[in-house]
T-cell receptor, first 114, second 113 residues
Framework: DADVTQTPRNRITKTGKRIMLECSQT?????MYWYRQDPGLGLRLIYYSFDVKDINKGEISDGYSVSRQAQAKFSLSLESAIPNQTALYFC?????????????FGPGTRLTVL | GENVEQHPSTLSVQEGDSAVIKCTYSDSASNYFPWYKQELGKRPQLIID?????GEKKDQRIAVTLNKTAKHFSLHITETQPEDSAVYFC????????????FGTGTRLTIIP
């Protein structure tokens, strides 16, 4: 089945370290998103990309950067991790038209910054 | 930008009873309103959605209602079952090419057997 995958699934790192979270999809979707989930705060959009040459900031992009290496790959980087970036990170994809407006989420990456 | 408020944050109901979760939004241009369900340890999944040209939509035990004038929409689950226990998120978006969703803060629904 076509799917959205994320690596790693869990990561513990230290303050100041650079870290990259990766997202891959076999759905053939053009649109990809990165969210973070914190208890009581829901899902907040970090960055999104509507095609390979398109990158857009979401509501909480400070401290993050992204790279859309190909239609199927969208990576999130924390240049210098800090403890308040400890969260559950989700990648999602969508494709206007074929699947409507539904966003399909990956399994998540749990990141802990010590 | 859009702001979505969701209430209540937690909700417990007896199995077989109904559950209602409410959301309000701020941007009158929003016209697409999905609901996602996230079971414990799982990824969010779409369960139902509604567009602004429709006032109500049903899918078996789940229904969503939309009041554009008041800028609020609600999720109704009837005849609740243990498998309905999960966190539910509402969201709002302008469509027509922009699928950028703004999510509510979530409601943890617990079904009491």
């Amino acid at each position: 089945d076509a799917d959205v995958t994320q690596t790693p699934r869990n990561r513990i790192t230290k303050t100041g370290k650079r870290i990259m979270l990766e997202c891959s999809q076999t759905k053939g979707h053009d649109r990809m998103y990165w969210y973070r989930q914190d208890p009581g705060l829901g899902l907040r959009l970090i960055y999104y990309s509507f095609d390979v040459k398109d990158i857009n900031k979401g509501e909480i992009s400070d401290g993050y950067s992204v790279s859309r290496q190909a239609q199927a790959k969208f990576s999130l980087s924390l240049e210098s991790a800090i403890p308040n970036q400890t969260a559950l990170y989700f990648c999602a994809t969508s494709d206007l038209g074929r699947s409507g407006d539904e966003q399909f989420f990956g399994p998540g990456t749990r990141l802990t910054v010590l | 930008g859009e702001n979505v408020e969701q209430h209540p944050s937690t909700l417990s109901v007896q199995e077989g009873d109904s559950a209602v979760i409410k959301c309000t939004y701020s941007d009158s241009a929003s016209n697409y309103f999905p609901w996602y369900k996230q079971e414990l340890g799982k990824r969010p999944q779409l369960i139902i959605d509604i567009r602004s040209n429709v006032g109500e939509k049903k899918d078996q035990r789940i229904a969503v209602t939309l009041n554009k004038t008041a800028k609020h929409f609600s999720l109704h689950i009837t005849e609740t079952q243990p498998e309905d226990s999960a966190v539910y998120f509402c969201a709002a978006s302008e469509t027509l090419g922009n699928e950028k969703l703004t999510f509510g803060t979530g409601t943890r629904l617990t079904i009491i057997p």
